[in-house]
């Protein structure tokens, strides 16, 4: 089930979409893919299935190389899109900084976007 966030997140891209809206479309779905990278579990801590005698590095029986992913809360998801906000103002300032003023207005877009989902859900709720 998606947690409040991730649907906001998620009903604003189809939104950016049916507007053909690229950039929002790409800050959105970054953002999303920020979350689900931060549900995947290192390798290392993965288990390590049997083995296949037959092929190289295969997983034997079904689901053997799946792995469950981890759940986050919605304060560490809340995190992850304030992280995704804190490096598109820093991209801002550093593009500002080399006088590429559209990449320095297009980060600040996304930054600002960003904080108006964050803003619109409870502090509690993300």
Do not use: H, W
Request: aromatic share 0%; no cysteine; net charge negative.
């Amino acid at each position: 089930m998606d947690s409040p966030l991730r649907a906001a997140l998620r009903s604003r891209l189809t939104t950016a979409m049916r507007a053909r809206d690229r950039e929002a479309v790409s800050v959105l779905r970054t953002a999303v893919a920020a979350i689900e990278n931060a549900e995947a579990v290192p390798v290392a801590e993965a288990s390590s299935p049997v083995t296949s005698g037959d092929v190289a590095g295969a997983a034997l029986g079904l689901g053997a190389g799946e792995t469950p992913r981890r759940v986050l809360d919605d304060t560490a998801e809340r995190s992850v899109v304030e992280a995704e906000v804190r490096s598109l103002v820093e991209a801002e300032q550093l593009y500002a900084g080399t006088g590429d003023r559209d990449r320095a207005r297009r980060a600040a877009a996304g930054a600002a976007l960003l904080q108006r989902v964050l803003a619109e859900l409870p502090s509690g709720a993300s």
